[in-house]
Structure formats: C-alpha cells, structure tokens
C-alpha cells in the first residue's frame, strides 16, 4: 500500500464553494450552510472549510458564537466521506478551536448524534466531554424528494480551551 502525503489549508468557506460540496449533503443542507455564510459576513459565525492543493473543500464546519454565552458552539462538521478517518476531521476541530480562541473564548460545544459513535469516539480523543444531551432537528430530503423532518437526539460535548 502506498501512501499519499497532502499539504492541507484551513480558510474560510465561500459561496463560490458551495457548488463543490455537494458531499456534505443534500440541496436543503447547502441552503443552511448558505444562510451560515450570511450569519458570517455579521460576524456572528466562522465557515471552515479544509482543503487540499486543489483548493475544494474536503471538510467543513462552523462555529456559532451566539449560541452558547462564553462558548464557540462548533456545528455541522464534515469530511468528504472517501476521506474520512485520515485525520482530515482532527484539522478541522483544531482550527474551530483557534478561531474560538481568537475571540477570546475558552470553551468549545458541539452536539453529537447519540448513534454516531464514531464521531463521539474522535470528539473524546480531542478532549471533549460529554455533559448532557438534548433532541435536535432539521429538515432533509427524502429519497422521493420531499421534505422530511429528521428528528434526533445529540449528546452535548464541551472543552475547555487554553490554559
């Protein structure tokens, strides 16, 4: 097995990549992360997004900061799922976590699925401690094409950040 060495660049995401990020979900999802890039020309979030050389996206995430007083609240995290496991998802929570910083914020929250173990499992590598859980929401396409709501519960995580 050989292996493939990429240099990986953490920028803000734009609108001109939403068209390269249709891994990330379904046409619903990129309206969201398009009303998110709004919320993030007021400044009121950061859009991350991880790229390698060729510059499209391969992983994404906001952080909110009026969600939780005091916190950066890092939301809809992804990696493009052939990349998945590579370390790709670990580069992203790392550069949330310095924009957190950089607004004077020591305490980083996100809300995982219960049933996404393996995205919990990667929270608790990083630190992360699970404090309590609350349903969530949102609306998705069904195979059909029609607007389902998807409803679940998160388990919600916080760490605190700097010394």
């Known amino acids: 097995m050989a292996e493939v060495v990429l240099a990986l660049t953490v920028r803000d995401l734009t609108e001109a990549d939403l068209g390269s990020c ?13 009303r998110a890039l709004d919320r993030a020309r007021r400044d009121e979030v950061d859009y991350l997004a991880v790229c390698p050389p ?6 994404m995430c906001g952080v909110d ?8 609240t890092i939301w809809q995290l992804g990696v493009h799922p052939a990349l998945q496991s590579c370390g790709i998802g670990t580069v992203l929570i790392h550069a949330a976590e310095q924009r957190i910083l950089g607004r004077g914020l020591r305490r980083a929250e996100l809300g995982v699925e219960e049933d996404n173990q393996r995205a919990r499992a990667l929270y608790e590598r990083l630190g992360y401690v699970s404090y309590g859980s609350e349903p969530d929401a949102w609306d998705e396409l069904g195979p059909d094409g029609a607007v389902r709501r998807y409803e679940t519960v998160c388990t919600l995580m916080r760490k605190q950040l700097g010394r």
């Open 22 to 34: 249709s891994w990330s979900g379904s046409a619903l999802h990129l309206e969201a992360v398009a």
């Open 65 to 72: 900061y009026q969600a939780k007083p005091g916190a950066g």
């Open 54 to 59: 060729s510059g499209l996206p391969v992983a």
